[in-house]
């Protein structure tokens, strides 16, 4: 298992940035999948994006070309690059890693895009 400990949400203005990070302790972060998820209120959680062991991503259509996801295995973290935000893309965001059968949770940080 892994313990994970999201970082960087906040308030921005719409039109700005942020980068979440995903701190994760415990052993072999390298092979696991991880992903970001978000949860606004009232809606169910989702998938924002995705990145496997090997690097390959995937991301949820509404934040295509706007947000990167990104990992580096030396320092057991990853990464969510968000521009040109969205009062949509308000939620609190979820990092998530999965390896065969193990999935574990970090307990969410907060992202608000209003003016």
């Known amino acids: 298992q892994v313990q994970l400990v999201e970082s960087g949400g906040g308030l921005v203005q719409p039109g700005g940035s942020l980068r979440l990070s995903c701190a994760a302790s415990?052993?072999?972060?390298?092979?696991?999948?991880m992903a970001w998820y978000r949860q606004a209120p009232g809606k169910q959680r989702e998938l924002v994006a995705a990145?496997?062991?090997?690097?390959?991503?995937n991301y949820a259509d509404s934040v295509k070309g706007r947000f990167t996801i990104s990992r580096d295995n030396a320092k057991n973290t990853m990464y969510l690059q968000m521009n040109s935000l969205k009062p949509e893309d308000t939620a609190v965001y979820y990092c998530?890693?999965?390896?065969?059968?193990?999935?574990?949770w970090g307990r969410g940080t907060q992202v608000t895009v209003s003016s």
């Open positions: 998530r890693g999965s390896y065969v059968a193990l999935t574990d």
């Open positions: 415990g052993r072999d972060f390298s092979v696991y999948t």
């Open positions: 990145i496997t062991s090997g690097g390959s991503t």
